[in-house]
């Protein structure tokens, strides 16, 4: 029997648990849990039940108990910019609110007033979302400001969860950069940002790197779940542990992270804060080893995922791709347009922007599909020429990794609308990544390159085109 290692990889639609050990230089995984999640309703903001998902965490961590497999540590990663303000009992403070709740709309004028969008990109390097923490913290700060006098504590989601755990508490950097508080240079919180928008900088704690453990799980923990382990703080933004699972060699490679999110880019040794950058939409978030995860945030599987759940019959992934690729609609649709954020219903949001810009509008199940499957492999391609414009470097393969993976149809579109290869997988790449940082940290490998070797050694590649 090997060691496990423990990945509680939670999206916004659902959460797992994977074991995964390495045997005669090959990586396998077991899935020991799955559960639900998905943003609700409360006091007319979206929320996210944190409550409910820390009782899963452990319930999944029961089954490995259950089944014989204590794992050597345990790490949490999930998806960005959402975060929790804890009072001097480290009791949430307000509700839990989600990224795609509409509270931050206008608050981009408000720290418009205090620091222009350029120079904010300048310091930070991430681009503006209206969701970004930065927008967040200025809605609490204009609605209930009372919270932020009260608040001892802020932890990124991620962050959260480890301090539950271990009862230690660490802010991460790939999640902190999420935020838009980061400077890019330092990759340290930028200070002066801070007090300049009166966020309480007593809050904010010292940036831990990837890799960091922050303790053994806590007395109570232990008790509830039947065993210790470490509590390892892995690369906790979602992407930043996704494309830690790029089975590339070496350096310039372009990967997209496709999931509900699809987040497309390049590693890079230094960011890139320049106006054009800026104007071309990329954003340098923080990665592996101090690296940046140069890359643009492109609405994704969300748009098609959104629509499998208003059909009246219930059709799997597999079913909708073969017939969209019945269809020969070409109209297209800008997928990071405001209006798919967080549509009542996705097909009217489809149908409303082709006839808004005088295309053919969809009308069938395999029409919808075929619309944002070739929207979502034409701002690939846009993005790809961007980033070589960008970077002044050509990338003959487009590595897609994660749940995206395993849509054929859409890679297929991916490498007819790009021109390149396409090479797909691994599917579990967030899991991977978060598994990989906790081996690095107990020297199963000696170096990023050595466990990116075992990947590509142990999971089943596809390529297109």
Known sequence: MGSYYLAVDIGASSGRHILAEVDHGKMTLEEVYRFQNGMQEKNGLLCWDIPHLFAEIKNGMKKCKEIGKIPVSV????????????????????????????????MEDKVGEVISQEDLYQRTGIHWQMYNTIYQLQAIKETHPEYLKQARSILMTPDYFHFLLSGEKKMEYTIASTSQLLNAETGDWDWELLSMLGFPKEIFRPVSMPGTVAGHLTEAVQKEVGFDCKVVLPASHDTGSAVLAVPAKGEDVVYISSGTWSLMGVERKEPDCSLDSMKADFTNEGGYDHRYRYLRNIMGLWMIQSVKKELTEDLSFGEICALAAEESISSIVDCNDESFMAPKSMTLAV???????????????????????????????????????????????????????????????????????????????????????????????????????????????????
């Not at 999930?78 to 989600?98: A, K, P, S």
């Open 75 to 106: 790490s949490v990663d999930t998806w960005g910019v959402d975060f929790v303000l804890l009072d001097e009992n480290d009791q949430i403070l307000g509700d839990t609110v989600g990224y795609r709740d509409s509270r931050t709309h206008g």
């Open 351 to 465: 149908q409303d922007y082709c006839r808004r810009t005088g295309q053919q509008v969809p009308e069938t199940t395999g029409e919808i599909a075929a619309v944002i499957y070739n929207s979502l492999a034409k701002c690939y391609a846009d993005t790809l020429a961007q980033l070589e414009r960008m970077t002044g470097k050509y990338y003959d393969t487009v590595y897609v990794v994660g749940g995206g993976s395993k849509a054929g149809y859409l890679n297929e579109l991916t490498a007819k609308y790009t021109g390149r290869r396409v090479s797909a997988g691994p599917t579990e790449a967030t899991a991977i990544g978060n598994v990989t940082v906790q081996m690095l940290s107990d020297g199963i490998f000696p170096d990023l390159d050595a466990a990116r070797a075992c990947i590509r050694e142990s999971f089943e590649i596809e390529i297109y085109g």
